[in-house]
């Protein structure tokens, strides 16, 4: 065989190699745009997801909720109706009211503390918004209803359609173990509301709030959240909530968890709780 005619030859072999390649590289594609994903539904359904060894030894009731896909995830779906005590996790309506009326400036508006000493040390110094919404600061959004006042605080709350809308538990007092009372799945209706700008505030409100509630943030995906707790900070929690939402790739998944019963069910425990969800999840 002469130099040219094997050169050619080697060339042909080239082509229809990489034409093979290429070929198995498009069917590989295809696959994986046109093969059924399980949703996160399909995957508790099925087994793959199971929340329930997640809440051991607590009485719970959790809520996790697909925006995109309109699906609904529950853990003992009749306590999920079940109205409480929002207690702390009032503060997200709360800020959202304070910076709605310009009470609050922005992130950084910043109160005072008064000098009287409060049962959880961080409370015990000067806080801002943000910092005030991350310790759950009491004096300083008690301050914030103050300043709200009565009737604008009722017609917000009415307004939202927050639980069972009660504020006759007293301006500084309603959404601590007194007459406001929600549900988990209330919960997530509110926040849905909130991920889809169907509240009765402006953008930068939403805007600035999310800023607020920031819990945790990678490449890929953004946690917001909050924490409420019931009972005595000496005695010890009686109740737990964490309730929020997540957006990853454009996807917003929505949660609200709520603990009684059992060791130490604080709001803290059950925002424990949810993040060990989500490492399982693989959105951590």
């Known amino acids: 065989m002469k130099r040219q005619e094997a050169w050619e030859l080697l060339q042909s072999h080239l082509k229809q190699e990489n034409l093979i390649k290429h070929s198995i590289s498009t069917l590989v594609l295809i696959f994986l745009i046109f093969s059924p994903i399980q949703s996160i539904a ?45 207690c702390s996790t009032f503060k997200i309506p709360n800020s959202l009211i304070a910076l709605e009326t310009g009470i609050a400036s922005d992130a950084n508006f910043s109160l005072k503390w008064d000098g009287k000493i409060n049962p959880i040390k961080t409370w015990n110094q000067d806080h801002n918004l943000k910092s005030a919404f991350s310790e759950s600061c009491l004096w300083f959004f008690r301050e914030i209803a103050s300043r709200v006042g009565t009737e ?79 009972g005595d900070p ?42 060990e969800i989500l490492r399982s999840m693989k959105f951590l």
Not at 61 to 81: G, M
Not at 254 to 272: C, E, H, T, V
Request: proline letters at 3%; a positive charge; aromatic letters at 12%.
């Open 42 to 86: 399909d995957q508790v359904s099925s087994g793959k997801i199971d929340f329930a060894p997640f809440f051991v030894g607590h009485d719970t009731a959790f809520v996790f909720y697909d925006l995109e896909k309109n699906e609904y995830i529950r853990l003992n779906s009749d306590k999920c109706k079940q109205r409480f005590s929002p």
């Open 152 to 230: 604008t605080m009722n017609k917000f709350v009415n307004d939202m359609d927050y639980g069972n809308r009660d504020t006759s538990g007293g301006l500084t007092q309603f959404w601590l173990d007194s007459t406001l009372k929600i549900s988990p799945d209330e919960q997530i209706e509110f926040l849905k509301k909130l991920c889809t700008n169907r509240l009765p505030f402006s953008n930068r409100s939403v805007k600035l709030l999310k800023e607020i509630m920031l819990a945790t943030q990678t490449v890929e995906v953004s946690v917001y959240g909050k924490t409420g707790t019931a």
């Open 234 to 275: 000496i005695k010890g929690a009686t109740m737990g909530w964490y309730v929020g939402f997540l957006e990853k790739s454009a996807h917003t998944y929505i949660f609200a968890a709520n603990i009684s019963g059992g060791d130490n069910p604080s709001g803290r425990k059950a925002r424990q709780i949810v993040f």
